[in-house]
């Protein structure tokens, strides 16, 4: 009985051990889903080099995704996003940057942000990109003259949005 509770606990403390490398220094998901800050690059070789010299100050690439016309990597701190978008899809309304949240009605949440700042004074509109690979009402795009140089891009949680293509830049 003694052995059988000896092997228990460490397989208790294996997982436990796991699951906390997994959170705390690993995490191959964004997970739990708090948003992201995205910071946009002009171009795949910007990104590049940009995920290159991060890369020797601790800050790893875990994945990059194509999710449509946007190119996302993804960075083991769980928030910072380096992404560029497809030239075609490049608006001058949308600088790349931005605050990205996640909720259950992505409207919803939107729209009660654009009330906040047009309340207050400040113009503020709600865009529904029309991405391929993404079902409509899962992401929307508030650009507002109360942020300087970025918008507020909210989305459905990570685990209802459909699965990007993932590779990865730095093959080490």
Known sequence: MTIFLLAWALVATILLVLVSYLHFVSNPLPF????????????????????RLLHTFGLKEVFTMDAGPSHQTIMNDGSTVIHYLDS????ELFTGTALSIRFDDPLKMAKLFREAFTSVGYASRIYEPTLSGLPP????????????????????????MPMPNKRKIILS
């Open 32 to 51: 739990p889903d708090r948003g992201h800050r995205c910071y946009g690059v002009r171009d795949a070789k910007a990104q590049e080099i940009l995920v």
């Open 137 to 160: 009402g899962s992401l929307y795009i508030l650009v507002s003259e109360a942020f300087l140089g970025w918008e507020l891009v909210i989305t459905k949680p990570i685990m209802q």
């Open 88 to 91: 075609n899809e490049r608006a």
